[in-house]
């Protein structure tokens, strides 16, 4: 049977804390946009060098720390690197000010408006505290520093990249992530823990023409938005009361003047969805609908791209009832929260379904009673978007090295 009380080398110290505080202040000052954190990947296989992990990187700007310690089970820990496109305006000290330029040559202000930062940080920590305390535990750890999650491509990049042909395979794979949520607190959940996520672009094709003569127009506008309300019928009258889906039409664009009817219109879908059948169906339906409707208007077939694809997060019951254990042991029961499944989507499941291993997948709060208790906090992907400093990093560390703990305490 393997320990299961933590020794005093695994927990940090009031030097280590403040190191900590001041890897994540970097961290947030310097975000990168997905597939381009250069500059962050350098820093974090530094760090990870300098504790004597084997460092190589993977799936472009992606870093894995490999830190053997004899015999034992190999366990993997992930955290994503990368940050949005976002102002930010939280008036922090240690606010970013940096800029990026999205694929199109668009120049961006950045933010890690996420929580990347937050997850890096945790992990760096969580690394030095096994690299310097190889007496009490035994095994291999696999840090994953992945880039390109918010695009959902970043651990697909990595798998076919040979990741697994690089480094040990995991016998399970954890990952966590801050939420604006009680700090202190952490929450997990077995079965789906996130959402399938698919998106798209729709491009209309219409006929133009001047806006006082109608007749001689196939107008994409008013196509286009009948589309719209047509697909918002899908979930309310075809998916069950007992299932759960979203469709959202987050963008629409068409002309560049009031009197002039476009040639086509844009606009984009994404798809929120946790069962299989569900999904395939709405996907199915939405095709329909903008064939049908544009068939209707004697338009020309509209053209559907993808745009991302997020892969289901499915928590493995076994591993996560034993991590539940894990976690009420070392923070109390009061501070272990059953989770619901999130709507929200994540790209870390792929890591884990490509070797056929368990993973998962919890969550940890950023925010003080203070803020919780005066309404709704700014959550991830808010420009406001600010994780009080402690006990959210703390509580990081902490549920990563237990989790770690939990397979690698030596027997």
Not at 239 to 263: C, M, R, Y
Request: contains cysteine.
């Amino acid at each position: 049977m393997r320990s299961t009380s933590i020794p005093q080398s695994l927990r940090m110290n009031p030097d280590s804390t403040a190191d900590l505080h001041e890897t994540y202040k970097y961290l947030h000052a310097n975000p990168e946009l997905s597939m381009q954190e250069h500059r962050t990947a350098d820093y974090l296989a530094k760090r990870l060098e300098d504790l004597g992990l084997e460092v190589f990187r993977c799936g472009g700007t992606g870093v894995v720390g490999v830190l053997r310690n004899g015999e034992g089970p190999v366990i993997g820990l992930r955290a994503d690197t990368d940050g949005l496109p976002v102002l930010e305006d939280t008036g922090l000290d240690y606010a970013s000010t940096a800029t990026g330029k999205l694929p199109d040559g668009t120049t961006v202000p950045l933010m890690h408006a996420c929580g990347h930062d937050t997850h890096m940080a945790t992990a760096l920590k969580t690394a030095e505290l096994y690299a310097g305390a190889r007496n009490a535990w035994s095994g291999t750890v696999v840090f994953i520093l992945q880039p390109g999650e918010e695009t959902g491509v970043g651990a697909r990049a990595m798998v076919q990249d040979g990741l697994w042909d690089k480094a040990p395979k995991p016998e399970v794979i954890f990952g966590q992530h801050v939420m604006a949520s009680l700090a202190g607190t952490v929450s997990l959940m077995p079965g789906a823990a996130m959402a399938t996520a698919d998106s798209f672009k729709v491009t209309v094709y219409g006929q133009g023409s001047h806006g006082s003569m109608p007749e001689n127009s196939v107008d994409p506008i008013v196509l286009g938005a009948s589309m719209v309300l047509h697909l918002q019928r899908i979930v309310s009258r075809q998916v069950a009361p007992q299932s759960s889906a979203v469709v959202t039409v987050g963008s629409f664009h068409a002309g560049l003047k009031e009197n002039i009817i476009p040639d086509r219109a844009v606009f984009t879908i994404n798809v929120r969805t946790f069962e299989a059948e569900v999904r395939d169906m709405v996907l199915s339906s939405i095709r329909r609908i903008i064939a049908a409707e544009a068939q209707a208007s004697g338009a020309m077939e509209p053209l559907i791209e993808d745009i991302s694809a997020f892969p289901p997060l499915h928590n493995d019951p076994t591993e996560t009832a034993k991590l539940a254990e894990a976690f009420r042991a070392e923070f109390g029961k009061e501070h272990v929260v059953d989770g619901e499944p999130v709507m929200g989507s994540e790209d870390f499941g792929a890591l884990a379904a490509a070797i056929g291993v368990p993973s998962v997948f919890w969550f940890f709060g950023g925010n003080d009673a203070a803020a919780l208790a005066a309404g709704t906090p700014p959550a991830n992907h808010s420009p406001f978007f600010a994780p009080v400093i402690e006990p959210t990093l703390s509580t990081g560390v902490q549920a990563a090295v237990r989790a770690l703990f939990s397979k690698l305490g030596k027997v």
